[in-house]
T-cell receptor, first 112, second 113 residues
Framework: GENVEQHPSTLSVQEGDSAVIKCTYS??????FPWYKQELGKRPQLIID?????GEKKDQRIAVTLNKTAKHFSLHITETQPEDSAVYFC???????????FGTGTRLLVSP | EPEVTQTPSHQVTQMGQEVILRCVPI?????FYWYRQILGQKVEFLVS????????KSEIFDDQFSVERPDGSNFTLKIRSTKLEDSAMYFC???????????FGSGTRLTVV
């Protein structure tokens, strides 16, 4: 089955810096890659997603890149702000009503 | 913005007792899911449900677990005989279009003592 690995487990940056979180997946049939932000005690919230027919997607300060050949995808956050501090999870899925397989999470801390 | 609603937000139960976790998915969604998250760990898939039947389940979802959509709005997860290791946050999710664009509920924190 699908296995998703995520790095780093923790990431500390200064406000205004960029942050990059990387994930690799094992199942070449996976074609949907969402990223979730989870604040302490709260639900995972979808922040951006990408399907396998595109290599990059951007939404304001957040971007995701996908390399299907290498089976990895990355989340890029520019101009980080303290409110970006949270745990970020990547996930992978095949089409249809398939499950999401989550990575192990990255705790991002943005210091003022 | 439509939400997935879960009740209760926190449940404490004795080991061996049965619990029912309740979810109200977004009204026009057709795909329903349960996930769990043990404290400090990643989110893990339990089960997916479509067209009134289970479409996939994980190895975690053994015979002590069951799901039901008893009416047109609720989606429930029953744990028949709880164990200490069932203590976790349980998230319900729904989707209009299969595995894309999930919306997660706010979760039920289950504590088994």
């Amino acid at each position: 089955g699908e296995n998703v690995e995520q790095h780093p487990s923790t990431l500390s940056v200064q406000e205004g810096d960029s942050a990059v979180i990387k994930c690799t997946y094992s199942d070449s049939a996976s074609n949907y890659f969402p990223w979730y932000k989870q604040e302490l005690g709260k639900r995972p919230q979808l922040i951006i997603d990408i399907r396998s027919n595109v290599g990059e997607k951007k939404d304001q300060r957040i971007a995701v890149t996908l390399n299907k050949t290498a089976k990895h995808f990355s989340l890029h956050i520019t101009e980080t702000q303290p409110e970006d501090s949270a745990v970020y999870f990547c996930a992978a899925s095949t089409s249809g009503f398939q499950k999401l397989v989550f990575g192990t999470g990255t705790r991002l801390l943005v210091s003022p | 913005e439509p939400e997935v609603t879960q009740t209760p937000s926190h449940q404490v139960t004795q080991m061996g007792q049965e619990v029912i976790l309740r979810c109200v998915p977004i009204s026009n969604h057709l795909y329903f899911y349960w996930y769990r998250q043990i404290l400090g760990q990643k989110v893990e898939f339990l089960v997916s449900f479509y067209n009134n039947e289970i479409s996939e389940k994980s190895e975690i979802f053994d015979d002590q677990f069951s799901v039901e959509r008893p009416d047109g709005s609720n989606f429930t997860l029953k744990i028949r005989s709880t164990k200490l290791e069932d203590s976790a946050m349980y998230f319900c999710a729904s989707s209009a279009s299969g595995g894309y664009g999930y919306t997660f509920g706010s979760g039920t924190r289950l504590t088994v003592v």
